[in-house]
C-alpha cells in the first residue's frame, strides 16, 4: 500500500521558518517527481515546490522561489520543504504528492497525496 505521510506542520510566527518532511512507502518513487502543494481556506490548491527524485531538478512557484527549499533523501525515502522568512499568506494545508508523468505543476498528474499538514504563519 502507498503511503504519503507529512509531518512537521504547526504554528509559526512571520519571519519564521519551518521545515515539512513526506515519508513516502509502499513503492518505489525512483522514476517519479515529487511535489508539495498546499490549499488555503476558500482557495484552490496550488503548486509550491517539486523535484525530481532521479535527477535533482526543482521547480519553484514565484510566491515561494527564494524562501522555500525543496530536496529529497533517497536513502530515507523522504522528500522535505524548508521554508524560509515565512508570511501569513504561507498559511495553508501542506500537501505532499509523486507524479509519474505529465505537468508537475498541474495536480492533476500526481497519482499519490498525503493526508496534508496544517502551516498557520501569525502575523
Known amino acids: ?17 519551518r521545515r515539512l518532511s513526506c515519508a513516502l512507502s509502499g513503492r518505489t518513487f525512483t522514476n517519479y517527481a515529487m511535489g508539495w502543494f498546499r490549499q488555503a481556506p476558500g482557495k484552490e490548491r496550488e503548486f509550491v ?5 532521479r535527477g535533482g531538478s526543482t521547480e519553484y512557484a514565484e ?3 527564494g524562501r522555500f527549499t525543496i530536496s529529497s533523501d533517497n536513502p530515507k525515502n523522504t522528500v522535505y520543504l524548508q521554508m524560509n522568512s515565512l508570511k501569513p499568506e504561507d ?15 498541474n495536480s492533476g498528474s500526481y497519482d499519490y497525496w498525503g493526508q496534508g499538514t496544517q502551516v498557520t504563519v501569525s502575523s
Open 91 to 105: 498559511t495553508a494545508v501542506y500537501y505532499c504528492a509523486a507524479a509519474r508523468y505529465g505537468s508537475i505543476r
Open 63 to 65: 510566491s515561494v522561489k
Open 1 to 17: 500500500q502507498v503511503q504519503l505521510v507529512e509531518s512537521g506542520g504547526g504554528l509559526v510566527q512571520a519571519g519564521g521558518s
Open 49 to 53: 515546490a517539486s523535484v525530481s527524485w
